[in-house]
């Protein structure tokens, strides 16, 4: 499985972004899929994940302000951030779980200017 993230960058406070991860296998097969970010000297958190069964959770600091979407006819998993803060600062990465096997994307960097 390879998981290919795109969509990071600066924007400001306020501001929104849309990332997108593109799978090189079908997600419908996925036990689950979503993002997760990590800052410098940080572990690495979830932001966002859609289950298999459709069930999905958010981080508590970003419930109402970012949303998850699943495209399975075109294998893309997406994060519509809004409403973004300076807090949000982070390196972005895909994640899928596939088999009891955790995969990674290569990670695409978010920074909010204040």
């Known amino acids: 499985v390879q998981l290919q993230a795109s969509g990071g960058g600066l924007v400001q406070t306020g501001g929104s972004l849309r990332l997108s991860c593109a799978s090189s296998?079908?997600?419908?097969?996925?036990?689950?899929m979503g993002w997760y970010r990590q800052t410098p000297g940080k572990q690495r958190e979830v932001v966002a994940n859609?289950?298999?069964?459709?069930?999905?959770d958010y981080a508590d600091s970003v419930k109402g302000r970012f949303t998850i979407s699943r495209d399975n006819a075109n294998n893309t998993v997406d994060l519509h951030m809004t409403n973004l803060n300076p807090e949000d600062t982070a390196v972005y990465y895909c994640?899928?779980?596939?088999?009891?096997?955790?995969?990674w994307g290569q990670g695409t960097l978010v920074t909010v200017s204040s």
């Open positions: 296998r079908n997600i419908f097969t996925f036990n689950d």
């Open positions: 859609i289950a298999s069964d459709g069930r999905i």
């Open positions: 994640h899928a779980n596939w088999v009891m096997v955790d995969y």
